[in-house]
């Protein structure tokens, strides 16, 4: 369909070049979601109450058109709500109690709010594509360039903010300056302009890259914060071989293993040893993080990757890595350990009970999950159950629906408070039930240490395979031959699966 530019209004622009002959040698690729861009960007004013109708960037909910390739996926009202008081009272107004600004001694503080930084935006093209979605033709935006070097951006066809709607997916995607767009209210009747950077038609890879040279490479925002602002981050190559993203991922990982040790209902309560004190019985905060690091954060594409991370990349048959937050991953992995605690406390299996005989029964530290000579109690048994979590969730994950799941609370008081709401939650997922079922499981493998007592010779010299560097291999492929036996279809389906991915691995 032709674009009908009569109908439309324009905005004067610049056109910025900004590109190097040697950068026509670097990799571009449009199977990455990186193809060549455009030499150039425009820099323009705009008013600041359209820039938002057309960028569509109420994108809270992830089932709303364009919200997995949104940059900024998670909105923050009460960042929004500061900056709007900001622009109407500048600082420190802005940030005084609604008592102490009805002080009339404090009107003194009211400044002008400049809004001096560029939103940077990308306008996508006619044919570009999100989730099969395409901008309706009289929706784009469309730079223009006049033969006497002028050059324009064209508005929607009859574009007016008191009365235009878009028709489908927005013409306009956010890269940085989300929360000063929800500052402006598209009904309100002041005119606030603010600068633009807007490239066109740039790939999706590229609006990772620049998002990370805005907000992380300059340590402007916790590197884990961007795990959550923008999930696609978790797949880019180029940030897996720096060292940036070695502690990108390490953050989230300890972040992790913080929440399990501090919140008073997790099984693993005080029960990590988050400070590397020795003989103390205990697993080492350090062994949890290579774990995590190990299953469900690690990368998930390469070499010697069989099954890739449940938080670390795309899922199967998705262009999209799993958006959950924080809390959502927190609530994930602390329901979990609670399942297989509680199961192998409920369990009467003979395993579990050699180990209650030989230390004795205790309701508060079960020998059998957090004794001696159980490998859950140890570094062998963590990652390997985190594996069997990872691996077969990454495998059902379409089944069990995890994109579904939203949970809005991030910015509760407390992380403990936060992550007791997201667990309630997700106890209403389809994924909570199957994660009791694969607890269950979980509960019926025999996980006692090559040193338990009471065990036959041929046990314990099973046993010892577990040990040493290749024995993190050895029990996960027991354990997998135990799932694949399990009387649920999924699991036991998942896991022949992996157990294929785990061979041909090895050819």
């Known amino acids: 369909m032709p674009i009908r530019r009569q109908t439309r209004r324009e905005i004067p622009a610049l056109k910025i070049k900004q590109w190097l002959p040697r950068w026509d040698r670097f990799d571009f690729s449009a199977a990455q979601r990186r193809r060549k861009p455009q030499p150039y960007f425009f820099v323009f004013s705009m008013d600041a109450h359209e820039l938002r109708l057309l960028a569509g960037v109420n994108i809270r909910t992830r089932t709303a058109p364009g919200v997995d390739t949104g940059i900024q996926r998670r909105h923050e009202e009460d960042r929004s709500l500061e900056i709007a008081r900001y622009v109407r009272n500048g600082y420190p107004f802005s940030i005084l109690s609604e008592a102490r600004r009805e002080e009339p001694g404090n009107e003194i503080l009211r400044k002008p709010g400049w809004l001096p930084t560029a939103i940077v935006v990308n306008i996508l093209t006619a044919s570009d594509r999100r989730h099969g979605n395409k901008v309706n033709p009289d929706d784009l935006v469309v730079p223009l360039e006049r033969k006497d070097g002028t050059c324009s951006i064209q508005l929607p066809v009859r574009f007016a903010r008191d009365s235009w709607t878009r028709s489908g997916y927005p013409p306009i995607e956010v890269i940085d300056g989300q929360h000063r767009l929800f500052a402006f209210d598209p009904k309100a009747s002041e005119h606030f302009d603010l600068p633009v950077v807007a490239f066109f038609g740039l790939d999706i890879s590229w609006q990772a890259y620049l998002f990370w040279i805005i907000n992380i490479k300059p340590k402007k925002i916790n590197p884990s914060l961007a795990y959550d602002l923008y ?174 799941w939203t949970f809005d609370k991030e910015n509760d008081p407390t992380d403990i408070e936060v992550v007791t709401l997201a667990i309630q939650s997700l106890r209403k997922q389809t994924v909570a039930r199957y994660c009791a079922k694969l607890a269950a499981d979980l509960a019926s493998f025999d996980w006692r240490s090559a040193n338990a007592p009471r065990l036959t010779e041929q046990q314990h010299r099973q046993k010892l395979v577990y040990r040493g560097s290749g024995g993190y291999r050895a029990l996960r492929i027991d354990l997998l031959r135990h799932l694949a036996l399990s009387k649920d279809t999924a699991i036991r389906t998942a896991a022949k699966k992996v157990q294929a991915r785990m061979r041909a691995e090895r050819t």
Do not use: C
């Not at 937050?325 to 602390?334: C, D, G, L």
């Not at 495998?395 to 994109?403: E, I, R, T, Y």
């Open 231 to 404: 999930p696609l981050l978790r797949t880019e190559d180029w940030l897996d071989i720096s060292d940036q993203f070695g502690v990108y991922r390490e953050t989230r990982a300890q972040e992790l293993v913080e929440l399990q040790w501090s919140y008073p209902k997790s099984a693993w309560y005080q029960r990590i040893d988050m400070t590397g004190d020795r003989g103390r019985g205990v697993v080492s905060q350090a062994s949890f993080v290579r774990s995590l690091l190990a299953t469900i954060i690690k990368r998930w594409e390469g070499r010697g990757v069989s099954v890739g991370g449940l938080f670390g990349g795309p899922l199967p048959d998705s262009d999209d890595p799993l958006g959950w937050s924080r809390p959502q991953q927190a609530a994930f992995v602390i329901l979990f350990w609670q399942l297989v605690r509680d199961a192998i406390a409920d369990s009467s299996a003979r395993w579990a009970r050699s180990l209650r005989d030989a230390e004795g029964e205790d309701k508060l530290a079960d020998p059998a999950f957090f004794g001696r000579h159980t490998l859950l109690n140890q570094d062998q048994g963590v990652r390997v159950a985190l594996h069997a979590l990872n691996d077969l969730t990454f495998l059902l994950s379409g089944k069990l629906n995890l994109q579904a």
